[in-house]
């Protein structure tokens, strides 16, 4: 509400079809969330995917679409990433070099994307979509999601999240998806009448990403009066927030506002 890049992002969920899928209110279960993950797996026979899992020890199988209907994505997302890359012209590096000026790698840092709504969906895709311990980072699989958004096309990276999923037990990442998975139980069907022991609704079950958060990731930094500005490591010039002129949909080169420390030297 500071930066005032919430509409931005609202505008952004709902051009890629996330709409439902962010409105998050289900209550989490931890027993739940670990029968899930224990038995989930993915099996592929010729052309058809079926994503198998267990609540109350009762065998559920799920066709991808039907998977990404029980989390709230568009039933008009396309689920293959195949469709960016095909009808879309996805270029990875392309869009990487769009956004900010730094070369392709596997450490891409988020605090390195100029635009300010994209560097606020990529803290979200790190903490929500594929949650994570580091969140200093963006992932292929994100960078995807971020163009998908940008560009208003109707993305779903269900089969992404589900191999995230996958590995969620053996990593040591953060298990993030209880209430998603509440979700996926009321889909199939299987809370009536069930007996289930709910986390309590207190803060030390929730994560709460406040202003600090973004000062500490060295993206935002508190001026006089309440005012916030996006900063960037490497540059001497802050934009203050809110800014019109920074929206997602105006995608502008920042570099050509933003003065480097070397060249003032």
Not at 3 to 13: E, I, P, S, W
Not at 36 to 44: D, I, K, M, R
Not at 189 to 206: F, H, K, S
Request: hydrophobic share 40%; charged share 20%.
């Amino acid at each position: 509400m500071m930066t005032g890049l919430r509409q931005d992002l609202n505008h952004a969920f709902t051009a890629a079809g996330w709409s439902h899928f962010t409105d998050t209110t289900e209550p989490s279960s931890h027993l739940l969330t670990m029968e899930f993950l224990g038995t989930l797996h993915v099996e592929t026979v010729g052309k058809e995917t079926k994503i198998h899992f267990r609540f109350f020890n009762e065998f559920f199988e799920m066709a991808p679409r039907d998977f990404n209907n029980a989390l709230g994505f568009s039933k008009k997302c396309t689920l293959e990433a195949a469709a960016l890359l095909d009808e879309q012209d996805y270029d990875h590096s392309a869009w990487w070099n769009e956004i900010l000026d730094e070369p392709v790698s596997i450490k891409n840092s988020i605090v390195s994307i100029h635009n300010p709504t994209l560097r606020a969906l990529a803290k979200y895709l790190a903490m929500v979509v594929f949650s994570r311990a580091d969140l200093r980072l963006c992932s292929s699989s994100e960078l995807m999601c971020l163009f998908a958004m940008a560009k208003k096309i109707r993305y779903s990276p269900i089969m992404g999240m589900v191999a995230h999923w996958q590995k969620m037990i053996k990593s040591k990442s953060p298990i993030d998806i209880t209430s998603l998975v509440t979700r996926i139980t009321r889909y199939v069907g299987v809370l009536e009448n069930a007996q289930v022991t709910y986390l309590p609704v207190a803060d030390e079950y929730r994560s709460f990403i406040v202003l600090n958060h973004f000062v500490h990731t060295h993206m935002m930094r508190e001026g006089p009066g309440n005012l916030v500005f996006m900063c960037y490591p490497g540059y001497e010039k802050g934009f203050e927030l809110p800014c019109p002129k920074l929206s997602l949909y105006s995608m502008k080169r920042l570099t050509l506002q933003m003065e480097k420390k070397h060249a003032t030297a």
